[in-house]
């Protein structure tokens, strides 16, 4: 049974850092690829990020690339989103998501999915 479980979301003001976690389980993960996405109210869901379990290899949408960075940790068993110098528009719930094969942005291209981890970001 796999299982996708986001953490480190919060309240912070402009400019701050967050690092979210996604503990995965239940999955072969060299066969992987785990994105983060997000979700504004009102908004569809949006692709944030991809990391490539085998060898690491990173995907970033335009808006957070040199702000955010995706990374995996093979020892845990999780994938990290560090986000720094946060702006009031990435208020959004963050998911995190796996898929069997390449980076992908189109969320139907993703079998699994947490349950999302809330980040407010103030003016």
């Known amino acids: 049974q796999v299982q996708l479980v986001e953490s480190g979301g919060g309240l912070v003001q402009t400019g701050d850092s967050l690092r979210l976690s996604c503990a995965a389980s239940?999955?072969?993960?060299?066969?992987?690829?785990f994105g983060w996405f997000r979700q504004a109210p009102g908004k569809e869901r949006e692709f944030v990020a991809a990391?490539?379990?085998?060898?690491?290899?990173?995907s970033y949408t335009d808006s957070v690339k040199g702000r955010f960075t995706i990374s995996r940790d093979n020892a845990k068993n999780r994938v990290y989103l560090q986000m720094n110098s946060l702006k009031p528009e990435d208020t959004a719930i963050y998911y995190c998501?796996?898929?069997?094969?390449?980076?992908?942005?189109?969320?139907?291209?993703?079998?699994?999915w947490g349950q999302g981890t809330q980040v407010t970001v103030s003016s």
């Open positions: 998501a796996a898929r069997i094969g390449g980076v992908a942005a189109r969320v139907s291209s993703y079998a699994y």
């Open positions: 239940g999955l072969s993960f060299s066969m992987y690829l």
């Open positions: 990391v490539k379990w085998i060898n690491g290899s990173t």
